[in-house]
């Protein structure tokens, strides 16, 4: 009967010691990027979900109830916060009693002053939040990742980091890749010029000049002021590429115009989504790094 007993306690020890045993994490990303670098930290013990899905743009989501149960179900949330996802904290505020956990995958990454050109004198915004389009700020956001799948599930730490490592490895990789490809573009085709300020990250790492955008956030009308202000940039240049972001159809429509009035090309870059074509960030950065070669070698 003791002996009994003994093999019941042992047993509930166990139980305790691993809650989740048999069962993955559930986790909530505001974006499909996002998405990916838990999928790429968390394996197979943790299930994970996008609020906004592929080729869909973040910046104006509105979220829907099915979102609200979502969140107030999952283990974690992952958002990328500096004002990019702030529909989420809305959604939070107004989901009485979810406590769940938030994680902020730029917490450690600052707003770059070059981010804030001169647009912000127009409009008052705070500046680029896109900091996952340089890889080493990439590797900052699987860094939060990971110390928040550890806290959350630290039976589970050994796991986590051994893939964290694998896979901020690539990054590294990517990134001395990418300074490698980006390299081979003269100095003076350095510009990307695009619709909404998403590029200053990836200015900065790969020395372009500050990425040259029509508006600061895409929910913004450009002014004309401003669609003179490329037009006459670019007039003045050799190679006259304009980069598109498939997930802004507005801004499609005023890079179409512009590139009709000064004879440019169009290329497609991609910024806030992955889409079945570039279905991880890996692929993603890969694209965007051939493209830039291409249109501006
Ligand atoms: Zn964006």
Known sequence: MRKCM????????????????????QVVATFTILED??????GERVEVHALVGRGIDPHTWEPTPKDAR??????????NGAGFDQWLLDLLHNAAGSDTPIAFASERLSVSALSHSHHDEQNGHGGDPHFWLSVPNAISYVQQITEALVRLSPADSVYFMERSHAYMEKLAELDRWMQDQLGKIPKENRVIVTYHNAFSYLAERYDFEVA????????????????????NLLKGREKRALFVEPQLSSGTRYMQTLAREIQGELYTLYSDSLTDLVPTYLDLMKYNTETLVEALK
């Open 212 to 231: 040259e955008f029509l508006v600061q956030n895409p929910e913004a009308e450009p002014s004309p002021r401003e669609l003179a202000r490329l037009v």
């Open 70 to 79: 979502l969140v107030a179900q999952a283990d974690l949330v992952v958002a």
């Open 37 to 42: 670098f838990v999928k790429a930290v968390g």
């Open 6 to 25: 003994l093999s019941l306690l042992v047993i509930l020890l166990l139980l305790a010691a691993y809650p989740v045993f048999g069962q993955e994490l």
